[in-house]
């Protein structure tokens, strides 16, 4: 069942190709146009919104994180992400004009179902993103964009994750379509790298030995920093969660940006800092900023652990680690970024002797608040 894998998990981390592959299938049509029939809200209706609003727990939350980015920059519809914890005790301002996606890999988490019975009571419109068919989640939104990443048996969500992004990709750019957008080539163009992203997760998941050799070298840290900014940052935090669930690490994920408003104090001599590094190309400042922000925590002994994509030469002179990742367009990245930090989260618990696909005190599915 593991097919030859030790654990679920590493099986999983393994799957993602093909999981994010499956979760484009069909949907973008011989034209390069998206054809999301399965989401049953009219176009008309989709033009009508004003505001997309984002609930989900864990895992799940840090991929609506990402799809903000993707959702404001290619509809300009505001975007809201939410922990579902949080959103409906504090009497959200919803009405029909309010889209809410619910994001939940197995589709029963207790919290995310509040959330989105709360929506549409107050007359939104609830779109799931979900892995599991016929989950109770699904059943009660008024439509459905499932995730083909297949059963996922760990407790720590990989595939599904890779699959949520893809999901939500395809709403932004579907939104986009539907609404018409001065982004029109952009969405064109990201629809076509889209379809190949599979074969960079590939490339990615090839290389990954060096990852693992890293991660045991460091099974007797108390500590890992986890730094990035754009929709590098809530790559940070996930990286970050992976590592508290399945290391038992204190661990943190910070946005690059507020390291001068208090994280900074926390560098000392040899913590690990591990850093998303966005593309050179693009949105190039935050490069250059985050490329001071690696010179300033290593000025300060941080051994720095850098992710940043092929052909950056910028950041080599500061890196004690560097793990390549392939090209692709900055909103896509955190789909190619996030592979090394699941293998090193992984690799780590099993230097450190933990059950990886059965953390302490962690159930897979969330179903009482
Ligand atoms: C982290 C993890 C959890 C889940 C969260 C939401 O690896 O697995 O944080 O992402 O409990 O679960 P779902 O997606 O089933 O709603």
Avoid at 49 to 78: M, N, Q, S
Avoid at 141 to 150: K, N, R
Avoid at 217 to 238: D, I, Q
Avoid at 308 to 319: K, L, M, N, S, T
């Amino acid at each position: 069942e593991k097919g030859g894998y030790d654990y679920f998990m590493l099986k999983e981390i393994a799957e993602q190709p093909k999981a994010v592959a499956d979760t484009l299938l069909g949907r973008i049509d011989p034209s390069g146009s998206l054809t999301l029939d399965e989401v049953r809200i009219s176009p008309s209706e989709l033009r009508e919104i004003d505001k997309v609003v984002i609930v989900a727990c864990g895992t799940a939350f840090h991929a609506g994180l990402i799809a903000k980015y993707a959702i404001e920059h290619w509809t300009r519809i505001p975007c809201e992400v939410e922990l579902a914890s949080e959103f409906r005790y504090r009497d959200p301002i919803l009405d029909g004009r309010s889209l809410v996606i619910a994001i939940s890999q197995s589709g029963e988490t207790m919290d995310t179902l509040m959330a989105l019975r709360h929506a549409r009571e107050q007359g939104s419109k609830v779109l799931a993103i979900c892995n599991t068919n016929g989950s109770t989640i699904p059943r009660e939104s008024d439509a459905v964009l499932y995730t083909h990443a297949g059963p996922e048996v760990a407790v720590a969500s990989t595939k599904a994750f890779l699959t949520q992004l893809v999901a939500c990709y395809l709403v932004a750019l579907y939104l986009g379509q539907v609404r018409g957008t001065k982004w029109g080539d952009e969405i064109q163009a990201v629809i076509r790298d889209l379809s190949r992203i599979s074969e960079e997760v590939e490339r990615v998941l090839e290389t990954m030995e060096p990852v693992r050799a890293l991660a045991r070298t460091l099974a007797t840290k108390n500590t890992v920093l986890f730094l990035g900014r754009h929709v590098g940052y809530p790559v940070a935090l996930e990286g970050a969660l992976k590592l508290k669930e399945l290391a038992y690490m204190h661990a943190e994920g910070f946005a690059a940006g507020e390291l001068k408003h208090g994280p900074i104090a926390l560098i000392e001599e040899d913590v690990p800092v591990v850093v998303v590094v966005p593309s050179p190309r693009g949105r190039s400042v935050l490069h250059d900023k985050i490329v001071s922000n690696i010179q300033e925590i290593r000025a300060r002994g941080a051994r720095t652990i850098v992710i940043a994509e092929e052909g950056d030469e910028a950041v080599v002179p500061y890196a004690d680690h560097l793990i390549r990742v392939p090209v692709t367009p900055t909103l896509l990245q955190p789909l190619v970024a996030t592979v090394p930090l699941q293998v090193f989260a992984c690799e780590l618990a099993t230097a450190r002797g933990n059950e990886v696909d059965q953390p302490r005190n962690l159930a897979k599915s969330v179903t009482v608040e």
